[in-house]
């Protein structure tokens, strides 16, 4: 855990993630009006235009987020709010990092064993347990939910080569 | 009395022993998901989901409503002893209960929470068994332009109650019908919204998006916090709860006034939340000992507990009689149901008998297994929450990429789900609602095909959604929601305007 003098140092700055966010958001609006406007936003022989109805919802979320995005730029000067201390940040991706490996690793290998290795190293690592408790949880749920899916309801995930060498 | 019949002849259909088993497997499985953080009853309810695929339609939706109580049940343990509401609903919860706790009347407080909660619970069933069947009624009138309205007025409302900034309440909730439109158009068979990738035909799945919104958004936001947390224990004993029982009547007028409140935030859908806070506040401003809450008044667990489940409880009104959800958890209800095929509205009622009255009659005994569930397993459930968050944050986000990946055995999801967790996280933080999102993008299909029925119906002309006192109301009163907070503000200032004349 980080205890360092940084930690409680900001980021960011809510105003400015909230401009970012509301500019993004304008973009993803600007993207879905504009791809309804290709497909046909108006009214053909037999009715409204796969695109009537979505082409108005971009429309809305460009409008909304514009409005999100000057209230922002107009708070910019004043509002010193912190979004996120470098601290809470490194938090954050101490779970978030692993995760994306994890899903990664469920991909590539299967859901049970990346499952065990994921857990087995955040509490390990992140939480600093001792070998023998990190292995006996990651073991107990990787067998827990490979007992209660593949065996019990029968609903396959995503298996790798250790499963196959198991004969599943 | 028809109702009574149709309710006896339910209560055949859930008190099988069979479905009583699965009411407190679900309210079990419930509690302990309230408790945890990253499982509320949305996402809980999502994961679950799969695995009632092989009961039948009936037992499934007992187990998964049932889940739903118990996480309503669960979050109160969480606020009371560790002054962390495992929901948002509990937040309100946190005021007194965690005072209470500290004092060391944690098992008053729990007890306080949980019978109250029952008794918003039923209230509002029984409210819903008389009233559901007359809404649904009445709906068989409705054609297109009905149900959209009725729709904008759902989302209206949001804006209207809603706390935040309505443009991003607006927002939210437009990049949730977005999210819908994506896929192939159900009317003209097009693609939308998937710029040449085949993996975006089939769209965005609403309960993928939840796990990822509420269960990964809520480990990420838990972590900010650092790895720990430490609460206080609870003991509960018949004694202590026949002593609060005692002292419970003593605030019947709280009662009432928390039931009615959360009923009508249920229905609307404001939802529990909100629901709850109001219930906190008039209560606060009503009572005689309003000065001294916030330092562990038993009436101040009473009100907002009671509003909460009274909310949670009519939320799953309009769910059934209109398919219309008032809250995300009643969102994936009707997710399920629409999986084993039933389509909630008003022709349930006509079509699906068995099926409405048995899901009725377990709320009743449902209730009841749950208030019995939470009073004599505390203990157990306040040991899960000792679990230290090392061990629960990687669990969780393993049980969260099963559930996602079981929706439609598709890795794609299970990738979408992480995406939509650091969304979640992001949004959380910036006050963008995600309640509305989940359901616009769970409702938007819906919404469009009868706004574009309407329009065929009118050539394109807005004016439909005036044309007759019903759609002409409904549309009226959206418009009203939509505009409350001006309206209210106008109200406020024409009366401080006119403080002279002293009246009554």
């Not at chain 1, 290998?109 to 023998?132: D, E, P, Q, T, W």
């Not at chain 2, 109160?76 to 005072?99: C, H, K, M, Q, R």
């Not at chain 2, 007028?253 to 529990?272: D, F, H, K, L, V």
């Not at chain 2, 409350?484 to 002293?502: M, T």
Request: charged letters at 10%.
């Amino acid at each position: 855990m980080a205890h360092n003098e940084n930690s409680t140092q900001g980021a960011a700055r809510t105003v400015v993630v909230d401009l970012a966010v509301a500019l993004l958001v304008f973009a993803l609006g600007a993207l879905v009006a504009f791809d309804s406007y290709r497909v046909g936003a108006s009214w053909a022989s037999d009715g409204p235009q796969a695109g009537y109805f979505p082409f108005y919802i971009g429309f809305l979320i460009c409008v909304c987020s514009g409005v999100v995005a000057v209230q922002a730029l107009l708070r910019m000067r004043t509002d010193k709010a912190v979004y996120v201390t470098v601290g809470q940040l490194k938090q954050v991706m101490v779970i978030l990092l692993p995760s994306f490996a994890y899903v990664l690793g469920v991909q590539l290998i299967g859901i049970y064993v990346s499952s065990a290795v994921f857990i087995f190293l955040f509490m390990n690592i992140a939480g600093r347990y001792s070998l023998l408790r990190s292995v006996a949880v990651a073991a107990i749920v990787s067998l827990g939910a490979f007992a209660m899916f593949e065996i019990w309801f029968k609903i396959p995930l995503p298996k790798g080569p250790v499963e196959n060498l198991l004969g599943y | 009395m028809e109702e009574l019949n149709s309710l006896l002849h339910g209560f055949s259909v859930a008190l099988t022993p069979y479905n009583v088993t699965m009411m407190f497997i679900g309210v079990t499985l419930g509690v302990i998901i309230g408790v945890l953080p990253g499982l509320g009853g949305a996402n809980g309810v999502a994961i679950l989901l799969p695995l009632t695929f092989s009961m039948s339609p009936t037992s499934a939706i007992i187990m998964l409503s049932c889940i739903y109580w118990g996480a309503l049940f669960g979050g109160a343990i969480t606020s009371i002893l560790f002054n962390i509401p495992g929901e948002p609903w509990s937040v309100a919860t946190t005021f007194d209960g965690y005072p209470m706790a500290q004092q060391g009347r944690a098992g008053e407080a729990l007890t306080g929470a949980f019978t109250s909660s029952f008794v918003g619970a039923l209230v509002a069933v029984l409210m819903f068994t008389f009233l559901a069947p007359l809404i649904a009624g009445f709906a068989l009138q409705f054609g297109p332009p009905e149900f959209f309205s009725v729709y904008l007025l759902t989302f209206c409302s949001f804006v209207g109650t809603g706390k935040g900034n309505p443009f991003k309440i607006v927002a939210a909730m437009m990049l949730g019908f977005a999210m819908a439109a994506v896929g192939i158009d159900i009317v003209t068979g097009q693609l939308r919204l998937t710029f040449g990738f085949t993996e975006l035909l089939s769209g965005f799945h609403f309960l993928v998006a939840v796990i990822g919104l509420f269960g990964i958004g809520e480990i990420l936001l838990s972590m900010e916090e650092g790895l720990s947390f430490s609460g206080h224990t609870a003991k509960i004993n018949p004694k202590i709860v026949l002593e609060t029982w005692k002292k419970l009547p003593r605030y019947w007028a709280t009662s009432i006034r928390s039931c009615i409140i959360g009923c009508w935030m249920g229905i609307i859908p404001g939802g529990a939340t909100p629901a709850s806070f109001m219930s906190y506040g008039v209560a606060r401003k009503v009572s005689k000992d309003g000065a001294k809450f916030g330092s562990g008044q038993l009436e101040g667990v009473v009100a907002p507990e009671t509003a909460a489940h009274a909310a949670g409880t009519s939320a799953l009104l309009p769910m059934i009689t209109l398919g219309i959800p008032g809250s995300p958890t009643a969102a994936v209800l009707l997710g399920g149901l629409m999986i084993w095929g039933l389509q909630p509205g008003p022709l349930l009622f006509v079509e699906q008998k068995d099926f409405v009255w048995g899901l009725i009659a377990s709320m009743y005994i449902s209730n009841i297994a749950g208030l019995i569930v939470v009073l004599t397993m505390v203990p157990l459930f306040a040991a899960i929450l000792r679990v230290p968050f090392p061990i629960i944050a990687p669990v969780i986000v393993v049980i969260c990429a099963i559930g996602a990946f079981t929706v439609k055995n598709n890795m794609l999801d299970v990738w979408m789900m992480v995406v939509f967790g650091v969304v979640g996280y992001v949004f959380r933080k910036l006050d963008y609602p995600l309640a509305p999102m989940v359901l616009a993008l769970v409702l938007g299909d819906a919404a469009e095909s009868s706004f574009r029925q309407s329009m065929l119906m009118s050539q394109g002309d807005l004016t439909i959604f005036f044309s007759n006192w019903l759609v002409g109301s409904l549309t009226g009163l959206a418009m009203v929601a939509l505009f409350w907070p001006v309206i209210s503000r106008g109200i406020g200032r024409l009366r401080s305007a006119a403080p002279a004349s002293p009246s009554g």
